[in-house]
């Protein structure tokens, strides 16, 4: 069955760096949209970063600057490259694909703990 698989959360101090990738296990036709959303505990989950299928990116103002999102379409693979992070950036991290035909595809969930 086709799964999204997340790797790459743990802790990290402040200003350190991270790279989560989300890798689709089984084929998905026509993704479109890839991206990295993150929930801390008692907030919404809040859209982090997007990129389109040609290459079209979208971050939350609270990131620009520290993150990049990239992707890997022969892989069915997106990335997100954490620096600099701050304590604010502790969340559960969903990745996101989105296909025109079927749908939306959401990862598990890592989490990402800044802290000292």
């Known amino acids: 069955q086709v799964r999204l698989v997340e790797s790459g959360g743990g802790l990290v101090q402040p200003g350190g760096s991270l790279r989560l990738s989300c890798a689709a296990s089984?084929?998905?036709?026509?993704?479109?949209?890839m991206a990295w959303y993150r929930q801390a505990p008692e907030k919404q989950r809040e859209l982090v970063a997007s990129i389109s299928n040609s290459g079209t990116t979208n971050y939350a103002d609270s990131v620009k600057g520290r993150f990049a999102i990239s992707r890997d379409n022969a892989k069915n693979t997106v990335y997100l490259q954490m620096n600099s992070v701050k304590s604010e950036d502790t969340a559960v991290y969903y990745c996101?694909?989105?296909?025109?035909?079927?749908?939306?595809?959401w990862g598990q969930g890592t989490q990402v703990s800044v802290s000292s």
């Open positions: 996101n694909f989105k296909a025109w035909f079927s749908g939306d595809y």
């Open positions: 089984g084929s998905i036709f026509g993704i479109n949209t």
